[in-house]
């Protein structure tokens, strides 16, 4: 019965095809065991289940950022970044997704895209910045001079002289000077 502890440790292993071939083929092999046909077709049935449901792909920019969340977690980078890509090509001033495009690249060591992301992100929301500078994810970009250039604090604006600006500038009316 080595056939049916094989389709029972593909079962383990979710990988619901195989089991189910090995299952069939318990079946066919060995028609005389009533008994263990129940078992086998017990378990067909799960294998066509598992086989047949397919997750439904992620039609929001939230259901997207968070299955990219989730593919990050799971070190799936490619499925993250193709989730964050609907997200950019939809809405191509999120730099929440931007962010995370610069998390996965960094952790596909694709320095120039992470840095390219993270610069767009930090652009939109100067917050990153801050984040970048802590987060673990972007370890691998750490002794990446552009990396270290995106994450130096932007220039302090000029000095103005107020008097003078105050001056050009009319006073803003509320709703109650109308």
Same mark, same amino acid.
């Given at each position: ?47 066509? #289940? ?20 989730? =593919? ?5 980078? %490619? ?8 997200? #950019?090509?939809? %809405?191509? !001033? ?9 998390? =996965?690249? =960094? ?27 802590? %987060? ?12 270290? =250039? ?12 107020? %008097?003078? !600006? ?13």
């Amino acid at each position: 019965m080595a056939l049916y502890e094989r389709a029972l440790e593909a079962l383990q292993r979710h990988e619901y095809e195989t089991a189910g071939n090995l299952l069939e083929s318990v079946l066919r092999q060995y028609p005389e065991e009533k008994e263990l046909h129940e078992r086998v077709r017990l378990y067909l049935n799960i294998c066509q #289940r598992q086989a047949t449901h397919r997750e439904t792909a992620p039609q929001t920019i939230d259901e997207r950022l968070y299955a990219a969340t989730l =593919a990050i977690n799971g070190a799936k980078y %490619d499925q993250a970044i193709a989730h964050l890509r609907l997200v #950019r090509d939809e %809405d191509p !001033d999120n730099d929440h997704a931007l962010y995370m495009l610069a998390v =996965a690249h =960094a952790q596909r060591d694709e320095h120039a895209e992470a840095v390219a992301h993270l610069e767009r992100a930090i652009a939109l929301n100067p917050e990153n910045r801050a984040l970048a500078r802590h %987060d673990p994810d972007l370890e691998p970009l750490r002794d990446d001079e552009a990396f270290r =250039a995106a994450l130096e604090a932007p220039p302090a604006p000029p000095r103005v002289d107020r %008097d003078r !600006d105050r001056d050009r500038r009319r006073p803003l009316k509320t709703r109650s000077a109308r």
